[in-house]
């Protein structure tokens, strides 16, 4: 067998199947877990945090808001998908937890199509960071970004800071792609350590109406809304991770 090294450490070691990928003629959890995660690594999503949240310790952080959301799209993974249900996941300060959940979220709706489909052609799931997709920006090639069936957007915000940032081009085609993504009802999950109304700073409010930025600085209304991740530090995952025995 020509398995990728992925394969082999998911499907490989999987003591029901003993590799296999099914236990009595029906498809055994890691195989659905390979094609999960060969799908989205293949799309630039973190291995390593996808062992994270499979690793059975994994919990959503604590949210102040935008936690029925969460669980909406969970419970409704063919609704989301359809509707293009897309979040604004933010958190002012950093390790939070937010690109986590933003894995989470794309694992969720690959988990369950992955039941029934080994591949669909026509579905692309995609990670960009922003500095990522601002390079992508000049090298011109924005389709496939832009018709992803899920595209996750990491640390937006964060170009305002490069060197190099070219203001007004980086705006405009990220206008342009927010805007066919929306217009397609595409599923778009941005994070970001700004809150809406300072992201709308930056941005001299050009994609207020795109993500729906409302005069009271909360985003929602039609395909967006927003998960505010919790300031205070997660004593859940602390306690998961303590030392102490007891
Ligand atoms: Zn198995």
Known sequence: MDWSPLRIKIQGSCIYCEGSGYVNDLLCNCAIKF???????????????????????????????????IQYFVANPDVALERGLSFYIFS?????????LAHYLVYVLL????????????????????????KKFRSGHMDEIANASVLVIDDIGMETRLADWKKENNITMLHE??????????????TSNYEPSVLAGFYGSVLDSILEIQPDGRIGGHLYRQVE????????????NSEWPV
């Open 111 to 134: 988990w369950h199509f992955s039941k029934t489909e080994n591949y669909s052609p026509n579905r692309k799931y995609m990670f960009e960071s922003i500095h990522s997709l601002c």
């Open 229 to 240: 991740v919790g300031g205070a530090e997660d004593f859940r995952l602390s306690f998961e």
């Open 177 to 190: 792609i927010l805007y066919q993504r929306k217009d397609q009802r595409l599923v778009t999950i941005l």
């Open 92 to 100: 002012k300060e950093n390790g939070r937890g937010k690109t986590t």
């Open 35 to 69: 094609r999960a995660y060969n799908r989205m690594v293949r799309g630039g999503f973190h291995e390593y945090t996808l062992d994270f949240i499979t690793g059975g310790s994994y919990s959503i952080p604590m949210l102040e808001n935008g936690l029925e959301a």
